[in-house]
């Protein structure tokens, strides 16, 4: 075998790769830009996703593959190809008799954004550990969620999801050549990709296909997890020329004569005031399928699934970061207004207990809500780290905290760890610092994973910081879940204990500047603040 572009045997064809050194100093090899699935363009357009046509000859994977088509706030443009349905392995043993433990990343970006690129997701980090690391794109936004509600058209949804069990599938069938083992992956993701873990975990299409997973951020029992349904297909379809006639295969017709630009374009300027009032978050994403066929991967509600879904017995790690609401920071600064209409925070109300907004039990629970991060003050620009600590909790912590009650209602014997990542770097924190507001503190979300992979934003950590430390805490506990049998312990750590078998205040691994604390969740007043608003059946 040529080492430095080794050539590589799947299911399909012959691949070559090319070997490089991680920034960690660690040589491995690299493919990227392996077709998974045939490319969805043309009478494939937003169809599942099918494999891939075979080839004979070695398909040159030394580069990576395009996004998905999307608006990019780093490059200010739409970028992408709808050709993106590829996979990237990275490993540093090419060994079949190794069957090293496999980590299978989902990448995040709100279902419309972001792309398995080395420049946010690169493998330096992971790579030190004896794993071997796997990312891949899959389609996002309109390209990839739309969906009709009348079975005649033939698309029900999730499109996404399903490129990623596709995806998943792919590593079973093929990662033993690669020195992987098919029976040890590790499925993880952060936000989106958290869910989208999450979403594999409880649907019975990608049943058994990985045996543990780390829910980073992210959750189905978080309250943009699922995209109601409000005729967002349809009104895209206006938005790019349809005059309403002629049912929905008339709305599909003009969808598929559009050019990917313009539904990009229009795909993000749907959402109306009231929609952007009630904290719904993007247009298109995860939704419930309106029927049932055979490739369904979310036929019920959310909460349903989790009480009797097939992974209630795989070990997790699930947990976030302690101010994941400085997601928020710049859109109250681009329109400072958003804090001084809150009125009695009736909007800020789950959507889901199913409310009428001009109630009074919508608004004495907005109330409740405005006192507990308010007190006696009036929210307003200068004071918002309360709305921030509450966004924090809606938009992530709750949903994450009802989650890990759901696995105790419903689990015997798996082990649930759960972590809170606080590291507060002046330089590492690069999701705070280019995306919020380099002058503010706080972990914001995502700020965890620039200790999980090596990005564009700078060179690795230096080895005497607190931040490479950090950095090789996180990849220790990952990895030592990945290869221990689901324990995360005997490496960086050996106190990160399970929750226990009873609802009830339960603790957590505290990841900060100092090190590594076991410690009460902190924040478990809160969420019992938001548990008071649902009943029983509702939370878990």
């Known amino acids: 075998?040529?080492?430095?572009?080794?050539?590589?045997?799947?299911?399909?064809?012959?691949?070559?790769?090319?070997?490089?050194?991680?920034?960690?100093?660690?040589?491995?090899?690299?493919?990227?830009r392996i077709p998974y699935a045939k490319p969805p363009v043309g009478a494939l357009r937003f169809k599942d996703a099918v494999p891939p046509t075979p080839w004979t000859e070695p398909l040159d994977c030394t580069v990576q593959g395009?996004?998905?088509?999307?608006?990019?706030?780093?490059?200010?443009?739409?970028?992408?190809s709808e050709d993106c349905l590829h996979m990237n392995v990275f490993t540093k043993d090419l060994d079949k008799g190794k069957c090293l433990p496999v980590m299978l990343y989902i990448h995040g970006g709100a279902f419309n954004r972001g792309s398995s690129g080395v420049e946010m997701y690169g493998p330096d980090y992971?790579?030190?550990?004896?794993?071997?690391?796997?990312?891949?794109?899959?389609?996002?936004?309109?390209?990839?969620?739309?969906?009709?509600?009348?079975?005649?058209?033939?698309?029900?949804?999730?499109?996404g999801l399903k490129d990623q069990n596709l995806a998943i599938r792919w590593v079973v069938e093929n990662i033993a050549n690669f020195g992987g083992d098919p029976k040890n992956i590790t499925?993880?993701?952060?936000?989106?990709?958290?869910?989208?873990?999450?979403?594999?975990?409880?649907?019975?299409?990608?049943?058994?296909?990985?045996?543990?997973?780390?829910?980073?951020?992210g959750c189905v029992l978080n309250n943009w997890s699922t995209v109601p349904r409000r005729k967002f297909t349809e009104r895209l379809a206006k938005a790019l020329g349809w005059n309403g006639q002629g049912g929905q295969q008339a709305a599909l017709e003009v969808l598929m004569k559009a050019t990917p630009e313009d539904i990009v374009a229009k795909q993000n300027a749907l959402l109306t005031e009231n929609e952007l009032e009630n904290r719904i978050m993007f247009e298109f994403g995860p939704v419930i399928?309106?029927?049932?066929?055979?490739?369904?991967?979310?036929?019920?509600e959310p909460l349903k699934m989790c009480q009797e879904a097939w992974s209630n017995g795989m070990d997790i790690i699930i947990g976030g970061n302690s101010e994941e609401g400085l997601f928020s920071l710049s859109e109250i600064k681009e329109n400072p207004s958003i804090m001084s209409n809150l009125k009695d925070f009736e909007y800020l109300v789950p959507l889901e207990l199913d409310l009428v907004r001009t109630s009074q039990r919508c608004k004495e629970l907005g109330r409740r809500l405005?006192?507990?991060?308010?007190?006696?003050?009036?929210?307003?620009?200068?004071?918002?780290?309360?709305?921030?600590?509450?966004?924090?909790?809606?938009?992530?912590?709750?949903?994450?905290?009802?989650?890990?009650?759901?696995r105790i209602n419903t689990t015997k014997a798996a082990k649930t760890y759960v972590y809170r990542f606080s590291v507060d770097s002046d330089t590492y924190n690069h999701y705070r610092i280019?995306?919020?507001?380099?002058?503010?503190?706080?972990?914001?979300?995502?700020?965890?994973?620039s200790y999980v992979f090596k990005n564009a934003f700078s060179v690795a950590p230096p080895k005497d910081s607190f931040e490479h430390r950090v950095m090789m805490d996180m990849v220790g506990l990952f990895s030592k879940f990945a290869s221990n049998n689901g324990n995360p312990n005997g490496g960086v750590t050996d106190?990160?204990?399970?929750?226990?078998?009873?609802?009830?205040?339960?603790?957590?691994?505290?990841?900060?500047?100092?090190?590594?604390?076991?410690?009460?969740?902190?924040e478990q007043k809160r969420m019992e603040l938001w548990d008071s608003m649902y009943s029983k059946e509702q939370l878990y």
């Open 370 to 406: 405005k006192q507990h991060y308010y007190g006696n003050s009036e929210p307003s620009f200068e004071n918002k780290e309360g709305y921030l600590s509450l966004m924090t909790d809606k938009l992530f912590w709750h949903g994450l905290h009802r989650t890990i009650f759901n």
């Open 66 to 80: 395009p996004a998905g088509y999307q608006f990019s706030k780093l490059q200010n443009k739409i970028i992408g």
């Open 495 to 522: 106190s990160w204990e399970p929750i226990g078998s009873e609802i009830g205040p339960y603790k957590c691994l505290n990841i900060n500047n100092a090190g590594l604390e076991f410690i009460d969740f902190p």
């Open 289 to 300: 399928e309106p029927y049932i066929k055979k490739n369904c991967i979310i036929p019920k």
């Open 187 to 217: 499925l993880f993701g952060e936000s989106a990709g958290g869910c989208s873990v999450h979403y594999h975990m409880i649907s019975e299409l990608s049943k058994g296909l990985f045996q543990r997973a780390i829910v980073m951020s």
């Open 1 to 32: 075998m040529n080492v430095a572009n080794p050539i590589v045997a799947t299911r399909y064809g012959p691949i070559r790769g090319i070997q490089k050194t991680a920034a960690t100093g660690v040589d491995y090899f690299s493919f990227q």
């Open 434 to 449: 280019y995306f919020c507001d380099k002058n503010v503190r706080g972990t914001a979300h995502a700020d965890d994973l």
């Open 126 to 159: 992971l790579i030190q550990a004896d794993v071997v690391f796997v990312s891949f794109n899959y389609r996002i936004g309109a390209l990839g969620f739309i969906s009709f509600d009348s079975p005649e058209v033939d698309l029900p949804g999730n499109a």
